[in-house]
């Protein structure tokens, strides 16, 4: 297993003729994905990369049967293609593009969760399962299989630490990037659940950052009704508060959304929070023990 | 972005919310003109992206010209949180009979807009939720136009039980939501809104935050962006995330997690970092160059360090931006660099003839010589 995609996951790649997406689908398919089909408005019968080109996701869904999407469309428009894979029945979202404004979130969000589909993004690296499948943009170089799971709100800190993990020998059930926006379709309370539901899950790093409550929540959840180990690393302890670091989350709004808040949680609900990335494995092999 | 008083008011009115004008001067004389103009006695307000102006005296009332000019020079020589104060906003005073708060947020949790309203206003509604929770009132929004004018006479009601009065909030409080939705804000903010005593509601101050993804859609409020530093501009300008801070050791990284956790990581060897830059997932080596002449032109940095995982980020063509940047410069602090990830092997060999870069390994060595180049201590 793994959670969310595996060997048998079929992608559509919307925003295939771009230059992300192109570029893309080409690395999906080196690490092992089934990409059977892209859509771009106005340029169905094409091909790219070999994969067909369709105009839109019911016609690529209905020519192959695929029930997962990754969006590499621009920002403007990246809102209305996951309302277009929401609307085709496509069961596993998954948008890569940054940037979208927060107001076409509001209403597509509330449309996801009243549907039986899962979004993940906007503006996140995607997930792999290593050996498997990748959806997204994470190099898949630098992971190897194995028994633990990854959940991240950034991207190359998702990379950093998977690479701490390699080097020490702890291969990956699945690693996943939920994106650094305010509003996201997936967030770690859903990603934990199904790490603790994966029978080929032992344990789980879970790395997060300054802004918003969903550490805290996650927190609940692990302390609550989690029986596998979770270790955890919070970045942006020497972010100044009101200053927008990067992703358009990661801000500390008057006292709330801090590190040290995030961090407390966590230990209360009994998780080992690493100092420093490279402390990650360490407490990982620990856990598991 | 943030959008000052004067620019959200100007938003505010457009869409039939009351206001007091006011004009903006950037020197006491022209202060003492527009009260002139306004005859009688004004209010002189700093405008700056900072809360807490009040206290900070960036307000003052001012009982005819002469004194406005005299004010505005005080508040024009005030630096607050940071901020130098460049223009006041001159209004005419106003009589207030009671104060109210209203507010439209993102609420993260909620994953939507609330209303925030209160009748405690003129003060810090933080404080206000904190210390007297029960003087709060909310209500969410799930999408524009779903806000009927019935639910804005109830929650006025809630926060003045005068109903003639409530239904002059109410439609304040409509208007206000138009204003939200319509701008792309992520807060719109009157505190205090006011009565006056012959009845008038009137919004007597301004907040308003705009999403910064949302800018490309809204031209006519991308255009009131003021760029007080070069470097902000420039950063952005090249797509940079850019913030400055207080330390000594430069930092040019990818992503914003990584960038964030590079700083923990300087501040947890005992030293201090000069920045946050995040120079994104695109492979534009101008953007390196970029990011180098901002954070040389900070007088306090003594080091800089790459930090480089290469995803979408090639890391030969942040090399060449490093190469280019070391040609065009003048670049006298040791610049370390940590590049790993696409095509690194292809970059460590582009600049291993230089002598200037001190190659390291991994992210925990790079701070660590980093800050022994800066001559900072390595403890921990």
Redo the contacts between chains.
């Keep these: 297993m793994s959670i969310f995609i595996d060997e048998t996951t079929k992608v559509i790649v919307q925003g295939i003729t771009g230059r992300?997406g192109s570029f893309h689908t080409k690395s999906m398919i080196d690490d092992g994905t089934r990409v059977v089909a892209g859509v771009t408005p106005g340029k169905g019968g094409g091909s790219v990369h070999d994969v067909p080109v369709h105009d839109s996701v019911a016609e690529a869904r209905a020519a192959t049967g695929a029930d997962t999407s990754v969006i590499y469309v621009p920002?403007?428009f990246a809102a209305d293609a996951v309302w277009e894979a929401l609307d085709a029945g496509v069961k596993l979202i998954v948008c890569i593009t940054?940037?979208?404004?927060?107001?076409d979130?509001?209403?597509l969000?509330?449309a996801v969760e009243a549907s039986s589909s899962r979004l993940i993004g906007p503006n996140c690296?995607g997930l792999i399962s290593p050996g498997k499948s990748k959806v997204g943009?994470?190099?898949g170089s630098?992971h190897i299989p194995g028994r633990v799971g990854l959940v991240?709100?950034?991207?190359?800190?998702?990379?950093?630490v998977v690479?701490h993990l390699t080097r020490a020998g702890i291969g990956q059930s699945t690693c996943i990037g939920i994106g650094?926006d305010?509003?996201i379709g997936t967030n770690f309370l859903d990603t934990l659940e199904a790490f603790e539901a994966d029978p080929e899950t032992d344990g789980v790093v879970m790395?997060g950052?300054?802004?918003?409550?969903d550490e805290q929540e996650a927190a609940r959840y692990i302390q609550n009704s989690m029986k596998k180990p979770v270790v955890a690393?919070i970045?942006?302890?020497?972010?100044?508060p009101g200053?927008?670091?990067?992703?358009?989350?990661?801000i500390i709004s008057?006292s709330a959304g801090t590190?040290a808040e995030k961090t407390e949680a966590l230990n209360a609900a009994g998780v080992p929070v690493a100092?420093?990335?490279?402390e990650i494995p360490n407490l990982m092999t620990r856990a598991l023990a | 972005m943030n959008l000052h008083e004067y620019q959200a008011k100007e938003v505010f009115a457009g869409f039939g919310i009351p206001i007091v004008a006011g004009k903006v001067a950037r020197s006491p004389e022209e202060a003492e003109r527009i009260a002139a103009e306004l005859g009688g006695s004004v209010v002189v307000k700093a405008q700056v992206h900072a809360g807490g102006r009040g206290k900070a005296g960036g307000v003052k009332l001012a009982a005819d010209a002469a004194e406005a000019k005299a004010k505005a020079e005080e508040i024009l020589a005030l630096t607050i949180k940071g901020y130098p104060v460049r223009k006041v906003l001159v209004v005419p005073a106003a009589e207030i009979s009671k104060e109210y708060y209203i507010g439209v947020a993102?609420d993260?949790?909620a994953?939507?807009?609330v209303i925030i309203a209160s009748a405690a206003g003129g003060v810090d509604i933080?404080q206000v939720a904190r210390e007297t929770p029960e003087k709060i009132h909310r209500f969410h929004l799930?999408?524009p136009g779903s806000f009927h004018s019935f639910q804005a006479r109830r929650v006025a009601s809630k926060i003045e039980s005068d109903s003639a009065v409530a239904v002059r909030i109410a439609g304040v409080l409509e208007k206000l939501v138009r204003a939200y939705?319509a701008s792309?804000a992520?807060l719109a903010e009157i505190n205090p809104l006011i009565t006056t005593p012959e009845g008038k509601v009137i919004a007597l101050d301004a907040k308003m935050v705009i999403?910064?993804?949302?800018l490309?859609?809204r031209p006519n409020l991308a255009a009131m962006r003021e760029e007080t530093d070069e470097n902000a501009a420039a950063a952005r300008e090249m797509g940079l995330?850019y913030?400055p801070?207080d330390g000594n050791i430069g930092c040019i990284?990818?992503?914003?997690?990584?960038?964030?956790?590079t700083?923990?990581?300087?501040?947890?060897f005992g030293g201090d970092?000069a920045n946050?830059l995040?120079i994104g997932?695109s492979s534009d080596p101008r953007k390196v160059t970029t990011a180098m002449r901002i954070i040389l032109s900070d007088p306090k940095v003594e080091a800089i360090l790459f930090n480089i995982?290469?995803?979408?980020?090639r890391c030969d063509d942040v090399a060449r931006g490093i190469l280019d940047a070391f040609k065009d410069l003048d670049v006298r602090v040791p610049v370390v660099v940590r590049l790993?990830?696409?095509n690194a092997t292809e970059a460590r060999a582009m600049l291993a003839a230089s002598d200037a870069l001190e190659p390291a390994e991994?992210?925990?060595e790079a701070v660590k010589l980093v800050l022994a180049r800066a001559g900072g201590r390595t403890g921990a």
Excluded: C
Aim: glycine share 14%.
């Design positions: 992300d920002a403007p940054e940037g979208v404004p927060v107001a979130m509001i209403e969000h509330a690296p943009i994470l190099p630098i991240s709100r950034s991207g190359t800190l998702t990379y950093q690479d650094g305010p509003i790395i950052e300054i802004g918003g409550t690393f970045a942006g302890r020497t972010a100044p200053k927008r670091m990067g992703h358009a989350g990661a008057g590190a100092r420093i990335p490279s | 993102m993260r949790a994953k939507r807009p933080e799930d999408r939705w792309d992520g999403d910064d993804n949302a490309f859609r995330s913030v801070l990284v990818n992503g914003a997690g990584l960038a964030m956790a700083m923990d990581l300087i501040k947890h970092p946050f995040d997932g995982f290469g995803g979408i980020t790993t990830g696409t991994t992210m925990d």
